[in-house]
Nanobody, 123 residues
């Protein structure tokens, strides 16, 4: 059974940057691995998701050009580099993985979830 643990969340001012990390343990042979977020009163949404096999990385429109998802060579740590943060990015960021390739990233097909790390952006 795989486990995911996030870190890197913080309170920052608009325009600043943060890098989130997600460390995986156990069986990490994912087809899909990425970051989701949930703001108060809103539904959880996919932010950035990587796939095996050469599929294009998914980014939600609101973060395109500002956020970058990447993984280390061992494929045990997933990163989310977030630049030019805005108050609209305030949310709990959660790392999740699926054994299959889930494109587009339907949350219901992701079986493994971390506990999340809070990102708060003030204006």
């Amino acid at each position: 059974q795989a486990q995911l643990m996030e870190s890197g969340g913080d309170s920052v001012t608009a325009g600043e940057s943060l890098r989130l990390s997600c460390t995986a343990s156990g069986n990490t042979k994912w087809g899909s691995w990425g970051w989701f977020r949930q703001a108060p009163g809103k539904e959880r949404e996919a932010v950035a998701v990587m796939y095996v096999g050469g599929f294009d990385t998914y980014y939600v429109d609101s973060v395109e050009g500002r956020f970058t998802v990447a993984q280390d060579n061992a494929k045990t740590t997933l990163y989310l580099q977030m630049n030019d943060l805005s108050p609209e990015d305030t949310a709990m960021y959660v790392c999740a993985a699926a054994e299959a390739i889930v494109s587009p990233p339907d949350l219901s097909y992701f079986s493994y979830w971390g506990q999340g790390t809070q990102v708060t952006v003030s204006s």
